[in-house]
């Protein structure tokens, strides 16, 4: 079985219905069911490693450091959220230099 990283926005439903009620974003339902279709149909025939990547812009202070975790998008998919350091600008930096490392595994 071919093994393969993906990045993207697919995330647990908890996650994604936060994201919702926060921003009031209808056109990322698509985005989401999509995703997270794909990802299950890749699954049948790839081993998949998907790595989230944040979708907030908002600056939480009382967050700095957001640590990576892993969770179940279903039952069969796990993600691996990527951390972050959560100050404007940097955050951006941050997120590339994870992704970059999550590249490198």
Do not use: V
């Not at 796990?78 to 590249?103: A, V």
Request: proline fraction near 2%; charged fraction near 25%; aromatic fraction near 14%.
């Amino acid at each position: 079985m071919m093994h393969c990283l993906l990045f993207g926005l697919a995330c647990d439903e908890d996650k994604f219905n936060s994201f919702i009620n926060r921003t009031h974003y209808p056109f990322s339902m698509a985005h989401y069911l999509f995703e997270t279709e794909l990802l299950s149909e890749l699954q049948n025939y790839y081993k998949i490693d998907h790595n989230y990547i944040i979708q907030n812009e908002e600056y939480d202070k009382k967050n700095i450091i957001i640590k990576s975790q892993e969770k179940w998008i279903d039952k069969k998919i796990k993600t691996k959220y990527l951390g972050f350091i959560n100050i404007p600008i940097i955050k951006h930096i941050s997120i590339f230099i994870s992704t970059c490392q999550r590249i490198h595994d």
